[in-house]
């Protein structure tokens, strides 16, 4: 389990320069009024669009495969949306690792806190479903403020961007599991704790089973839902941090405790849970992470779909 990091000088090493100037960039930006953060994050996005066009099509391929029937115009505008919202990710993981609490609570309105208390009266740990949406490092730093919990989160290569994502997350959580500790997320929910856990990627052949999500009938999804709940018996609450139109700010919504988990098999838990995960996305479908390659693996025998 990581706890608060300590800096080394081995951060400020020529190799990291770039990165550092970055990040005080970042951190610049961030100081404007958010009215001018949202347009100038919408902004780039769009301009990441043109440059993106990998990942555009990425975007726009999963959009196809998960929704048949939604008409090519609509697909399209739905990507142009999402890139807005990708320009507004960079800019708030600046506000979530930078910002204060104040300026955070001024512009967040919360709803549903009401199941985590109740999951605590019950003594029952808290897997928090908190899916890949971009607005997610702002969504984790205003839970932690109203319920500390800990972060499952793949360790970044660049050593000075993962001190600085750890020292943000850490900022309102308690602490950081590496995502293949499954064992540790296990403990932590037995001890009752809350665990931001997002299981909507593809995380691979040997860590999935196929299971449908949306229109997409075999999606690689993680056999870690069924391990975690089986194991541990905890409360499943998703949660969806959501981005008001227009510059208006946010809203955090917890939705009910989701009850009575299939756990005879992996593949039963998986449909179950990407069920769970369909109601989230469709709340903010333009914010969600459809850049992901998130259909890359495939039954033996099945032909690639990007």
């Not at 048949?68 to 506000?95: C, H, Q, W, Y």
Request: glycine letters at 6%; hydrophobic letters at 45%; proline letters at 7%.
């Amino acid at each position: 389990m990581t706890q608060l990091p300590q800096f080394s000088r081995e951060l400020l090493h020529p190799r990291y320069w770039l990165t550092w100037f970055g990040i005080a960039l970042l951190y610049l930006v961030v100081l404007l009024p958010y009215p001018l953060l949202y347009r100038l994050g919408c902004g780039l996005g769009r301009l990441a669009m043109r440059i993106m066009k990998r990942r555009a099509f990425i975007a726009r391929r999963n959009l196809e495969l998960c929704f048949p029937a939604m008409p090519a115009a609509e697909r399209d505008a739905m990507v142009k949306r999402n890139f807005e919202s990708v320009g507004m990710g960079l800019i708030e993981t600046g506000m979530a690792w930078f910002w204060p609490d104040w300026r955070i609570r001024k512009w967040f309105a919360t709803s549903g806190d009401e199941h985590i208390k109740q999951a605590k009266r019950e003594n029952k740990g808290v897997l928090l479903i908190g899916l890949h949406f971009l607005t997610l490092e702002l969504g984790a730093r205003i839970f932690g403020m109203l319920n500390p919990g800990i972060g499952v989160y793949r360790p970044n290569d660049n050593k000075l961007l993962d001190w600085l994502q750890t020292w943000g997350r850490m900022r309102s959580n308690k602490s950081m599991l590496d995502r293949k500790d499954l064992k540790g997320m296990i403990r932590a929910l037995k001890n009752t704790d809350i665990i931001w856990y997002a299981p909507d990627h593809d995380y691979g052949p040997q860590s999935s089973v196929f299971a449908p999500f949306f229109a997409v009938q075999q999606a690689a999804t993680t056999k870690g839902s069924y391990l975690l709940i089986r194991s541990a018996k905890p409360a499943v609450i998703p949660f969806v941090p959501r981005r008001l139109p227009h510059g208006k700010g946010y809203e955090m919504i917890v939705l009910p405790e989701v009850t009575n988990f299939p756990l005879e098999d992996e593949v039963a838990t998986a449909t179950r849970m990407n069920q769970v995960l369909e109601e989230a996305i469709l709340m903010a479908p333009e914010q969600y992470m459809w850049l992901h390659r998130r259909f890359k693996t495939r039954p033996q025998g099945e032909p690639k779909l990007y």
